[in-house]
């Protein structure tokens, strides 16, 4: 896998993350910067260390599946990237953060938006796993892609910034799919 892959797939993975910052952002009557980097380190973080999970389980079975794994790169990329599709299709505006609400920027809510966001992630390790891609270089390149789109989507979110989260997910959704696409016609020797 090339950087240029690697680099769309990193990408692909942080703009649920990203579509997350802007509605959390949104919250926000002007940019509070601390909370726009704390998103950020969550988001990234988890988006670095589900890969890695995903990788370690996939290597357990990997003498398993050997001869389909070609089918299961192409099957999980095509979930993944067809759920992320779906949900920003049927995305929910999310309520104001204010008094007696839940705020995006609490230590608990970021947590569980980090992990719900990231859940993509494990599975992208698990091909990595299966295509026998070292786990470094994508980790440290998905980790920083989605804290820098993190940030960058609390910025826009709050200064107005509902136009692009679900068009950037649809988008992240048919690139993972399309890289899946790829994977499973080389091995086929189609492509």
């Given at each position: 896998?090339?950087?240029?892959?690697?680099?769309?797939?990193?990408?692909?993975?942080?703009?649920?993350a990203f579509?997350?910052?802007?509605?959390?952002?949104?919250?926000?009557?002007?940019?509070?910067?601390?909370?726009?980097?704390?998103?950020?380190?969550?988001?990234?973080?988890?988006?670095?260390?589900?890969?890695?999970?995903?990788?370690?389980?996939?290597?357990?079975?990997?003498?398993?599946?050997?001869?389909?794994?070609?089918?299961?790169?192409?099957?999980?990329?095509?979930?993944?990237?067809?759920?992320?599709?779906?949900?920003?299709?049927?995305?929910?505006?999310?309520?104001?953060?204010?008094?007696?609400?839940?705020?995006?920027?609490?230590?608990?809510?970021?947590?569980?938006?980090?992990?719900?966001?990231?859940?993509?992630?494990?599975?992208?390790?698990?091909?990595?796993?299966?295509?026998?891609?070292?786990?470094?270089?994508?980790?440290?390149?998905?980790?920083?892609?989605?804290?820098?789109?993190?940030v960058a989507?609390?910025?826009i979110g709050?200064?107005?910034?509902?136009?692009?989260?679900?068009?950037?997910?649809?988008?992240?959704?048919?690139?993972?799919?399309?890289?899946?696409?790829?994977?499973?016609?080389?091995?086929?020797?189609?492509?």
């Amino acid at each position: 896998m090339n950087i240029f892959e690697l680099a769309f797939i990193a990408f692909g993975l942080s703009l649920d993350a990203f579509a997350v910052a802007i509605a959390s952002g949104a919250t926000m009557k002007k940019l509070h910067l601390p909370n726009a980097l704390k998103m950020g380190l969550f988001f990234g973080g988890f988006q670095a260390v589900m890969p890695v999970l995903g990788w370690l389980a996939g290597l357990k079975m990997k003498s398993f599946i050997s001869g389909v794994d070609h089918w299961i790169a192409f099957t999980l990329l095509l979930l993944v990237g067809g759920k992320m599709i779906y949900e920003a299709v049927h995305m929910k505006e999310e309520e104001d953060c204010g008094e007696g609400k839940t705020c995006p920027f609490d230590t608990g809510t970021l947590t569980v938006l980090a992990v719900a966001t990231s859940i993509d992630a494990l599975a992208v390790g698990l091909t990595f796993s299966l295509l026998s891609v070292s786990i470094a270089a994508p980790v440290l390149l998905i980790g920083a892609v989605t804290f820098l789109m993190s940030v960058a989507g609390v910025k826009i979110g709050s200064t107005g910034g509902h136009f692009f989260e679900n068009k950037m997910e649809i988008f992240g959704g048919l690139v993972l799919i399309l890289i899946g696409l790829k994977i499973l016609l080389a091995h086929l020797g189609i492509f």
